[in-house]
């Protein structure tokens, strides 16, 4: 049955003091924090980028003191946004969820799992108080050489090496991740879930984990090769010493193109999850949506350079066509995920509507991304704000909208209460449409060769009611994100109590109360689907060929 | 089994059953599969280093400049220093061999030769970059220098690190903490102290002779 | 066991990156571009570091 208690008075489970909190191993508990810190620095993020629009609004240096500061707020929005609230909100999900799906008791390394959990307020606060030590660095997140290399001209300031320690340290929480991940995933499963019998959710997550550990090595490494030129009189980035800035830039983007597939598998995850539930159907081609996946994280290794095609020092055809080649396995996602929504039940709870969002806003990003990917196009799209609007569409209209879908829909397991329907409905058009305003205009703006990282333009060269719909659309967003808040303070306090399984799911993390107790699962269901849940739940096993 | 015990022999680490190397339903223990897998991480790490050599390498000429080409000459304290790593992976895998058959003695002797041989690579290591630094040779010397004291530098690190592991394993060991049946560290640390040979075969290979 | 998820060919994995290690390198002449070593370098090692990544996942797996 959906909602009997599986185990007596989950209420009884104590919600622990604080040093319970500080000292924890439970993945649970290490997973709510993952989200909270997470949370906390998107926050941070979001502000620094409306003080980009705010500038932006108008021609004119008018809220800034100069192009430097306003260089301080691009580079920091984009660093903390990508490593400090993307990809550990995403580890944080996985952390809560992945064990749980699998019929696991906790991660398999759960100190690692908490070492991991508080490198990352570590890096975060290390990364904002670059502010208090004479500036943040403002190279770009992308950090290029010689801009961000030593001397009076490029960086100078501490900020650009508080920069690189941080992420060094973000990096390694990274990593040791990846391989907790890899090793539940591996070993931990429950008696008969084979591999392929794992929810997609925890597929993403095992490709994410693959690409975090084999890619994420590789900015270390770029990091510290950067630290050396700027620190130790090295010369690897230094043109005029024999070293190269180009170099930084491949070793650079053989991370951060992986990185991007870090930051969206495990939100197409959750969108896995979620679609099945409301619409009451398996998802389509549960297979080929893992191969498809498995696909792109090993293609997301042989594109990086399509970040650098301008430089002139790239294999032009063999980067153009690899890029392209990806939308094959991410166009098959996209028909999976909409036969699974043909001909279903739909129930328009809030976790769908994100899930929605995710799919229309990210068909977008891919769409705008492929134009990218030709040579030519991209010769004059390149440094323009096209690449802002894609950017943005992958990630924000991506994996921002799978994670508030995933948000929304594990709430109730992680806290035993409901989120309100209607301020989460609040929260998604509000979040929907200023998302739109500010994003779209950017494709105009970027053909119209309006350039990135610039912190005023002419107010002859036709940009203005653009850039000025885009900063509205942007405090759009912000003002989203108050629903949002109120609306996890009141449903902590008086929300409807969830129960075990409040959406019919099917998958393991609904087989226990809500919230779980510490080691999980008094009892598990016989496993022999991909559903086990939906199984148990008609009386029957198995789903034909598996 | 219960659905209980099926649950608590999932887990590896918090049940009785975590004392053996292999878990009760076959394959690997985790710790030593998340020794491997921080291997492969540390693979991709030198990747990058190598990468940054290569690509330097072939964009300047010649390839050692000519003020440091006697300086990769494989004969000198570098070779006493590649043949005493090379010894300690053996004296490594003898103390594997030696605690899998419950040879305690063995093992706790074979750990603490590796552990002095991989101080004595760490001081060699040393002496020979106070001999380049008296060549000129240094980080800020030149392209040649940046690569070759950053690769160099970071395999002396992970050796350093390795060293620390050694350390504790046998301050474990002598304490009496392993046995046959129960030492996944021992074996943890012995694949990355075979790692970090190998990694030095390849360098030593790469920046003296290719 | 299905025969594909024999441990052995997990180097199947690991001989693809090598094998767009190799294109990337000798593709480039021919086509005009120069071979970019450290592109080159980082995806062979990322061939031999997923060749022992998959080896290790696929046989170290618990039996059932």
């Known amino acids: 049955m959906a909602t009997h208690a599986l185990s007596p008075a989950a209420q009884a489970y104590s919600r622990g003091t604080l040093y319970d909190w500080l000292t924890t191993t439970d993945h649970k508990k290490i997973g709510i924090m993952y989200v909270i810190n997470s949370f906390i620095f998107f926050l941070v993020g979001g502000v620094l980028a409306l003080v980009v629009r705010t500038e932006l609004a108008q021609p004119g240096l008018q809220y800034l003191t100069n192009e430097h500061v306003y260089n301080e707020m691009f580079t920091m929005h984009a660093t903390l946004m990508i490593f400090v609230f993307v990809i550990p909100m995403l580890a944080g999900l996985g952390n809560y969820a992945v064990p749980l799906m699998i019929g696991a008791p906790d991660m398999a390394f759960p100190r690692i799992n908490a070492l991991s959990l508080w490198m990352l307020p570590l890096g975060g606060l290390l990364l904002i108080s670059s502010f208090f030590t004479g500036g943040s660095a403002a190279a770009g997140w992308t950090s290029y050489p010689p801009l961000s290399a030593e001397g009076p001209l490029n960086s100078p300031g501490a900020g650009q090496d508080l920069w690189i320690v941080a992420l060094v340290l973000i990096g390694t929480s990274s990593i040791l991740g990846g391989i907790n991940f890899l090793v539940t995933i591996f070993k931990m499963r429950a008696p008969g879930m084979t591999l392929f019998r794992m929810p997609i959710m925890v597929w993403t997550i095992l490709v994410t984990s693959v690409l975090v550990v084999m890619a994420t090595p590789v900015i270390t490494s770029a990091l510290v090769m950067l630290f050396i030129d700027r620190n130790y009189g090295g010369h690897f980035f230094d043109p005029f010493q024999g070293g190269s800035a180009v170099l930084y830039q491949n070793i650079f983007?053989?991370?951060?193109?992986?990185?991007?597939?870090?930051?969206?598998?495990?939100?197409?995850?959750?969108?896995?999850?979620?679609?099945?539930?409301?619409?009451?159907?398996?998802?389509?081609?549960?297979?080929?949506?893992?191969?498809?996946?498995?696909?792109?994280?090993?293609?997301?290794?042989?594109v990086w350079a399509h970040h650098m095609f301008t430089t002139g020092a790239v294999f032009l055809p063999f980067f153009s066509l690899l890029t392209f080649l990806i939308a094959v396995p991410t166009g098959v996602k996209m028909f999976n995920w909409v036969f699974t929504l043909f001909r279903g039940q739909l129930t328009f709870?809030?976790?769908?509507?994100?899930?929605?969002?995710?799919?229309?806003?990210?068909?977008?990003?891919?769409?705008?991304?492929?134009?990218?990917?030709?040579?030519?196009?991209?010769?004059?799209?390149?440094?323009?704000?096209?690449?802002?609007?894609?950017?943005?569409?992958?990630l924000f209209g991506g994996s921002v909208f799978g994670i508030f879908a995933g948000i929304y829909y594990w709430f109730p397991k992680w806290t035993g209460r409901m989120l309100n329907e209607g301020l989460g409905h609040l929260q998604f058009w509000l979040m929907f449409i200023g998302f739109n305003l500010t994003f779209f205009p950017m494709h105009m703006l970027g053909i119209q060769g309006m350039p990135r990282r610039i912190a005023d333009y002419a107010s002859d060269a036709g940009w203005n009611d653009w850039n000025l719909a885009a900063t509205i659309g942007g405090f759009l967003i912000a003002s989203s994100m108050l629903p949002f808040i109120w609306n996890v303070f009141i449903s902590l306090r008086n929300g409807k109590v969830a129960g075990d399984d409040p959406w019919e799911g099917n998958t393991l993390e609904w087989a226990t109360t809500s919230?779980?107790?510490?080691?999980?699962?008094?009892?598990?269901?016989?496993?022999?689907?991909?559903?086990?849940?939906?199984?148990?739940?008609?009386?029957?096993?198995?789903?034909?060929?598996? | 089994m219960t659905a209980d015990s099926h649950a608590l022999a999932t887990t590896g680490e918090h049940t009785p059953l975590a004392g053996l190397a292999h878990d009760t339903r076959g394959g690997i223990s985790n710790v030593v599969l998340g020794m491997l897998l921080f291997i492969t991480s540390e693979v991709m790490f030198f990747a990058g280093l190598f990468a940054a050599y290569f690509n330097t390498r072939a964009s300047n000429h010649p390839w050692p400049p000519d003020e440091f080409a006697h300086i990769l000459n494989p004969f000198s304290i570098i070779l006493v220093a590649t043949i005493i790593l090379i010894s300690s992976s053996f004296t490594c895998q003898l103390a594997v061999w030696a605690i899998r058959r419950s040879d305690r003695t063995g093992f706790l002797r074979n750990i603490a030769i590796t552990f002095v041989l991989g101080v004595v690579f760490l001081l060699l290591q040393a002496y020979d970059y106070s001999l380049l630094f008296e060549e000129g040779m240094t980080l800020g010397s030149g392209p040649f220098g940046t690569t070759y004291f950053t690769l160099t530098g970071f395999h002396g690190a992970h050796v350093f690190g390795g060293v620390i592991m050694l350390g504790v394993v046998l301050y474990r060991g002598m304490s009496g903490q392993f046995s046959s049946r129960h030492h996944d560290a021992v074996e943890a640390a012995s694949l990355y102290w075979h790692f970090v040979d190998v990694v030095w075969i390849l360098l030593f290979s790469i920046l003296y002779f290719l | 066991m299905h025969p594909i998820q024999h441990p052995r060919n997990t180097i199947i994995i690991g001989g693809a990156f090598v094998l767009v290690a190799a294109i990337y390198a000798l593709g480039a002449v021919p086509l005009g571009y120069h071979i970019e070593w450290a592109g080159v370098t980082m995806l062979a090692a990322l061939g031999v570091a997923m060749a022992i990544m998959f080896y290790v996942l696929i046989a170290g797996s618990s039996k059932d």
């Open chain 1, 253 to 302: 983007w053989f991370y951060s193109h992986p990185a991007v597939y870090v930051m969206v598998l495990p939100a197409m995850g959750v969108v896995s999850e979620v679609l099945p539930v409301f619409s009451r159907k398996p998802l389509f081609g549960y297979k080929a949506f893992i191969f498809a996946t498995a696909g792109i994280g090993a293609l997301g290794f042989s």
């Open chain 1, 349 to 394: 709870s809030t976790p769908l509507v994100f899930a929605l969002g995710f799919l229309t806003m990210f068909l977008i990003g891919g769409i705008n991304g492929a134009f990218s990917a030709s040579v030519p196009v991209d010769f004059a799209l390149h440094d323009t704000y096209w690449v802002v609007a894609h950017l943005h569409y992958v």
């Open chain 1, 515 to 546: 919230p779980p107790p510490p080691y999980n699962f008094d009892h598990l269901p016989e496993i022999r689907s991909e559903r086990p849940l939906f199984d148990a739940r008609h009386g029957h096993a198995g789903h034909a060929g598996h």
